[in-house]
């Protein structure tokens, strides 16, 4: 099979070194502010589950693979043995969704299975670059009405979600590319937190 041209090279080294470049440039942006807005969603998650209470996170197309890409890690394991952790993504049931969407509307998706599934104990995480995603508008105030914590991985300016929350972790970046980058680190910068946490509090179950 013949490796790629010159020109082939040229272009494609252009774009893999911008796209290096302006992840970088996000990651180096990150402060204590971002710190903080973690520590509140992962402090939040923790006192959850010590209530009985679970995880659901949601978000749409790469957000919505980010978001159960979250809850994966949380069920399995991320880094260490441990028992499984109480998470929820709300965009894994097609049949649920095709029917939520057909008879009630797309904006619905997600708030039907926060008021069918989640109680007052549960933490809600909205994923949405734009921070403008109706559906996950919509599932904050059905969270809100239940009497649950809601935070948000936002992007850009924070949108109408940000307004919406009560914590929002707003990555940095210029492109929906880079802020789910960032989104998904977050994501397993908070697994490894609560990991750390509850693993290390229960004394047992040493990094493999």
């Known amino acids: 099979m013949p490796g790629p041209s010159n020109v082939d090279r040229t272009f494609g080294a252009r774009i893999y070194r911008a796209a290096l470049a302006d992840h970088r440039a996000a990651i180096d942006d990150l402060g204590e502010e971002h710190l903080d807005a973690l520590l509140a969603v992962a402090v939040a998650v923790r006192d959850a589950w010590a209530a009985g209470g679970k995880l659901l996170v949601c978000g749409n197309g790469g957000s919505a693979a980010d978001a159960q890409h979250i809850a994966a890690e949380l069920v399995g394991r991320f880094e260490r043995n441990r028992p499984a952790y ?5 965009n894994v049931n097609a049949s649920v969704m095709t029917a939520v969407g057909n008879d009630y509307g797309f904006q619905e998706i997600f708030a039907r299975q926060v008021t069918g599934l989640g109680n007052a104990r549960d933490v809600l995480l909205v994923l949405s670059t734009s921070g403008n995603s109706e559906n996950c508008v919509q599932a904050v105030e ?30 940095p970046g210029a492109s ?14 908070l697994c490894r937190i609560l990991e750390s946490w509850l693993v290390d509090e229960a004394g047992d179950g040493a990094a493999q």
């Open 142 to 171: 059905a969270a809100h009405e239940m009497g649950m914590t809601v935070f948000g991985f936002l992007g850009h300016d924070g949108g109408d979600l940000a307004g919406l929350v009560d914590g929002a972790l707003i990555a």
């Open 176 to 189: 929906t590319a880079t802020i789910q980058e960032l989104h998904i680190t977050m994501g397993h910068v």
């Open 86 to 90: 109480a998470a929820l993504a709300l």
